[in-house]
């Protein structure tokens, strides 16, 4: 029996590998991957490496075996067809009898556009009939920390999600509810909503960054779009600006803010908190 994870070498890909290492013996995980050099240093340290892509269903002929535990990481190519990516995978670990399929969604009260590829894959997960989990990822802290920079250059956090509140955590505490469930008993057929431990507005954020920084930050709250328009102009392309603009709906509408205490429960111990992040952001 092998812990496959595919997207392996992405940002929450890693977290997951290198704490499933802490865990379980290297040879018992498998790292898939689109380019192999990406994963040489994985392969250095006794994980082995499946060249796959989800764009071409046949490099996942044969990947898995019966018994194995897979964790789906949901593609990062919004602009393409991702259920029909993520099919390719489901499909193929449900012809080889997988014991657990755990895929990396989005909250179940999530309804901005960038939630519909994940509905979509849920339902080909649910029609597969394999034992499943699914993970419905809140927003990450990284998702803002990594923007400090232009934050303190700017002296503002730009947003347009008005005083809506997010329960984002550390990519590093979803990836330790992922290998939870991929190294533990009784998650099968379950679904779990995760967020941090306390939800935070933008203005709180802000201040944060403020008495850390020790420079003053204001929230400037702006239109969904004005948003889309600035995301344009810094060269995202504008299906992408789109969907990011939908998201901050999202957020003003209060449908980022997690309250189950899955995340905790999974992981046994506190979530991140955001004031943690901005601080080690800002120290890198």
Same mark, same amino acid.
């Given at each position: 029996?092998?812990?496959?994870? &595919? ?50 269903? @046949? ?17 990062? @190519?919004?602009?393409? /067809? ?21 895929? &990396? ?10 939630? /519909? ?24 802290? @990284? ?64 201040? @944060? ?9 204001a929230y400037r709250p702006v239109s969904a779009e004005e948003y889309v328009r600035a995301l ?10 789109? +969907?990011?603009?939908g998201v901050e709906a999202s957020i003003a509408k209060g ?22 992040? +901005? ?6």
């Open positions: 029996m092998s812990i496959v994870v &595919t997207g392996a070498t992405g940002h929450l890909g890693r977290h997951v590998v290198e704490q499933l290492l802490a865990k379980v013996p290297a040879d018992q995980v498998v790292a898939v991957v689109r380019d192999r050099e990406k994963g040489a240093d994985l392969a250095a340290r006794g994980v082995r490496l499946a060249v796959a892509d989800y764009n071409a269903p @046949e490099t996942f002929d044969g990947l898995f075996s019966a018994g194995d535990k897979v964790l789906l990481i949901s593609g990062n @190519e919004v602009t393409k /067809d991702r259920p029909a990516q993520h099919r390719t995978v489901i499909d193929a670990a449900a012809a080889a009898g997988v014991a657990l399929l755990a895929y &990396t969604s989005a909250p179940s009260g999530l309804t901005a556009a960038l939630a /519909d590829d994940h509905r979509a894959t849920e339902k080909t997960l649910l029609a597969s009939g394999l034992p499943y989990v699914i993970l419905g990822n809140g927003w990450y802290h @990284e998702n803002y920390t990594e923007h400090l920079a232009q934050v303190l250059d700017q002296g503002a956090v730009v947003q347009a999600a008005g005083e809506g509140r997010v329960s984002s955590a550390a990519r590093a505490d979803y990836a330790a509810a992922a290998v939870a469930v991929l190294t533990g008993e009784g998650h099968e057929n379950k679904r779990y909503d995760l967020g941090g431990d306390e939800a935070w507005s933008f203005a709180e954020y802000a201040a @944060e960054v403020s008495r850390q920084s020790g420079r003053e930050i344009i102009g810094a060269g995202l392309p504008e299906p992408v600006a789109g +969907i990011l603009g449908e980022l803010t997690v309250t189950t205490g899955d995340l905790t429960r999974l992981i046994g111990r506190p979530a991140t908190p955001i004031a943690d992040a +901005i601080g080690a952001a800002l120290r890198e």
